[in-house]
């Protein structure tokens, strides 16, 4: 059946199953560690230092990686990913006395670096096997990837909780070593050589981004992302565990329903932004004013004490199908704007900046819910989502996605 495949499809098979598989361990051990260390007594702030040098590394990653997937090719920086996860779960198989949070932290510092590795090859080898001129098919498959992935990442958080229920932490991590192992063998096999490398030798003043685009794209992505992280990564599960009183089981399919109904919208994104002849950064930014209304609204809606379980699934899921749809379109825009020889320089880039945002949400998300609770928590995300838009109004027209899809 494969076998009847072009190879550009087959490729691409095996690219998005490498993704997803990664994906589901990556989103079950961010569940985990939050609601493991959380039953342990660490405070929000404790268990958001946790994920400090996940989303540090992360932002050197994508910088670096970028360059070493344009040197070595995209296939061998997506397998060191997978490597990188497998000794990451490894990592957090020690006895319960040695999981200190210096321990952890180096844990998730690899498991970052592993994430940004897979993500980035990921996302850059869509591009090589797209025709230029066949911009809607672009814009299909990258949100086919990116809400795949998302919807699994969601599943992944359902399994965490699951699985921390069922045959607890130690557990739970060695199942997904085992299983991402096979799936990392697979790969070496039959993931296509050679694939990404550039046909110049980049130098490592190329790692920087001189073009416009892809530096506003960036800038973008940084608030965009620090403002969903500030308040759904550490603040929001906390919330709901401390102060609704759900299990870890409620907590967990919550999110997890949440993430998978995100990456649904996200994959049919192109569906609602391909209808109309407005040029694809006109609609981000329409898409964007419209997402910084959400969570105003919930935080205007806690202020005024509201149930807050109804809120909060209104509210949430409210602003999963906006950001779904945001995030949808700027990955489109990133890949479409990116050069084809060296394209994992541009998305590397891009995606250092979608770290960096992870990472400035992860660190507020603690302080911030710490200090003054989950509403304020919204207010900053408000403010950034704010600047992520404005951002992106300054970025110069390309293609509507309409006159795209006629290609």
């Excluded at 996940?54 to 070595?72: H, M, P, Q, S």
């Excluded at 990188?84 to 210096?102: C, E, S, Y």
């Amino acid at each position: 059946m494969l076998a009847k495949l072009s190879p550009a499809i087959r490729q691409y098979l095996m690219v998005t199953g490498n993704y997803w598989a990664f994906t589901l361990t990556d989103g079950a051990l961010r569940m985990l560690v939050v609601l493991h260390f959380h039953q342990l007594g660490y405070s929000a702030l404790e268990v958001a230092m946790l994920f400090l040098f996940y989303e540090f590394f992360g932002v050197v990653t994508n910088l670096f990686g970028g360059w070493l997937g344009a040197r070595w090719g995209l296939n061998r920086t997506m397998n060191i990913g997978l490597g990188l996860q497998i000794v990451a779960l490894a990592m957090l198989l020690v006895p319960a006395a040695w999981l200190t949070v210096v321990w952890v932290m180096a844990a998730q510092a690899l498991s970052g670096i592993a994430k940004d590795l897979n993500k980035m090859s990921a996302k850059s080898t869509i591009k090589l096997l797209v025709p230029d001129d066949q911009q809607s098919q672009l814009y299909k498959w990258v949100a086919i990837l990116t809400g795949s992935k998302n919807t699994l990442k969601g599943v992944g958080f359902f399994l965490g909780g699951l699985l921390l229920t069922v045959i607890g932490f130690q557990g739970a991590v060695l199942a997904m070593a085992i299983m991402l192992s096979l799936v990392w063998i697979g790969s070496l096999v039959f993931l296509r050589k050679e694939s990404g490398k550039a046909k110049f030798k980049p130098k490592f003043k190329d790692l920087l981004s001189k073009s416009r685009p892809i530096n506003i794209l960036s800038g973008a992505r940084f608030l965009l992302f620090g403002a969903r992280d500030v308040w759904f990564v550490v603040a929001l599960p906390v919330f709901l565990a401390s102060q609704l009183n759900w299990t870890h089981w409620q907590v967990g399919s919550f999110l997890a329903l949440w993430v998978i109904g995100y990456g649904v919208v996200q994959s049919v994104a192109p569906r609602f932004t391909q209808s109309q002849r407005v040029a694809p950064h006109r609609q981000a930014v329409v898409w964007g004013a419209l997402l910084t209304l959400s969570p105003l609204l919930l935080s205007i809606a806690l202020w005024q004490s509201a149930p807050v379980a109804a809120s909060i699934i209104i509210g949430l899921g409210l602003f999963g199908a906006l950001f779904a749809v945001n995030s949808s379109l700027h990955s489109y825009l990133i890949v479409s704007y990116s050069r084809s020889d060296g394209v994992s320089l541009d998305v590397g880039f891009y995606y250092m900046a979608n770290a960096a945002g992870r990472l400035l949400g992860t660190i507020l998300s603690g302080w911030i819910y710490q200090q003054w609770g989950l509403v304020a928590c919204l207010g900053v995300s408000v403010l950034l989502l704010l600047g992520s838009t404005i951002a992106v109004s300054a970025l110069p027209a390309r293609k509507s996605l309409a006159e795209a899809a006629s290609d």
